[in-house]
């Protein structure tokens, strides 16, 4: 089976493991919804492994093409990658805290990032990287601004959650199927509290290798001016949330802005600005 297949198979896994999640937010029965939460951790653990399995099979197919390289330079192989960090930091987090419910954001999410590659009809071929991209610092840089999207991705989806529950409440419709609010917020933070230092890395390494590729640590490239913008949005985040005591509808607000930014910065600076990083 190839890769391409492969992936198409761990989305597959991703929307039955949301169902599943759906099912159990909504099952009343304490010992069903146990047995259920069980089944929906195995799925997501087979949908990981299915996922990783194709990453590394897209990466030994660089080998046998004569390429070998790390398959993260390119448009299909970076959301590949965005879906594959959603779902690792879901187990994380789900390990850390026990909150089931993240993954009725995570694991769509992760299915819709994947299924958008066919949609959009992404190129899947696997070429030789330019002289740019051949350095030991790629990896790092991708890896770590991934992470950061990933965990910013799971703030997303609990901020429009908690979004959602205050419309409601605020109708006077009980929900008793959602967690608490408190709950939803000190999520929210938490994701981006992860998410935050690990963009940061990103940026860092970012600059070394610019240094390394181009010469010059920092250019003011799109890609490079968007990533700050990105950074400033979420530094704000942690001000506003620690310093002033931003909570609740405010933050939630605002991590759907800078959510809003990442993905201009991933996809709209690609499609739409000239830079540097066009090849991306």
Known sequence: MSSDKLIGLSMIIYLVSFLLHMVALVTHRPDLKRQIHFMTSGVVWLGLLVHTSAFGLRWLES???????IPLTNMYESMVFFAWTIIVLLLVLKL???HHFIGIVATPLAAITLGLTSIFNIPTQIDPL???LQSNWLTAHVITCFLGYGAFAISFGVSLLFLYSQACANRRITLTFLPKAAILDELNYKAIAVGFPMLTLG??????WAEYAWGTYWSWDPKE???????FVYALFLHLRLQRGWKGTRSAILALIGFAVVIFTYFGVNYLLVGLHSYA
């Open 96 to 98: 850390r805290y026990g």
């Open 63 to 69: 080998y046998q093409l004569g390429y070998g390289r």
């Open 203 to 208: 940026i860092f390494t970012g600059a070394v």
């Open 225 to 231: 001016t968007w990533s700050l913008i990105t950074w």
């Open 130 to 132: 330019i002289p740019a």
